[in-house]
């Protein structure tokens, strides 16, 4: 499956942005969807993941009640809306598909697929 992701930007504290990450190629619903982000200097980090239905979500809990994950599989999309931004919060994001069964998948070899990133950049 291909990933494209979009929808980042420069944003002030407080602010708020909608990632957005297409796929195409294989069924998007068999996939749990994934977001994760790197700040430069640091690791990839487990953002939030969706379950295939959508019924279901996990979230880091850095981002736990400021952003929410959610997906569209007839529209092939998956989202993550980012409210009360925080500088901290700047990094590339990224969005992830897994073929694997379960929700809590926060490792980045549990996913399979890969887009290309999006920065984010939150000022002060």
């Given at each position: ?28 619903s ?32 850095s981002v ?36 694997r069964a ?23």
């Amino acid at each position: 499956v291909q990933l494209q992701a979009s929808g980042g930007g420069l944003v002030q504290a407080g602010g708020s942005l909608r990632l957005s990450c297409a796929a195409s190629g294989r069924t998007f619903s068999n996939y749990v969807m994934g977001w994760f982000r790197q700040a430069p200097g640091k690791e990839r980090e487990f953002v939030a993941a969706v379950s295939w239905s959508g019924s279901s979500t996990y979230y880091a809990d850095s981002v736990k009640g400021r952003f929410t994950i959610s997906r569209d599989n007839a529209k092939n999309t998956v989202y993550l809306q980012m409210n009360n931004l925080k500088p901290e919060d700047t990094a590339v994001y990224y969005c992830a598909a897994s073929t694997r069964a379960g929700l809590k998948l926060a490792r980045v070899y549990e996913y399979d697929y890969w887009g290309q990133g999006t920065l984010v950049t939150v000022s002060s």
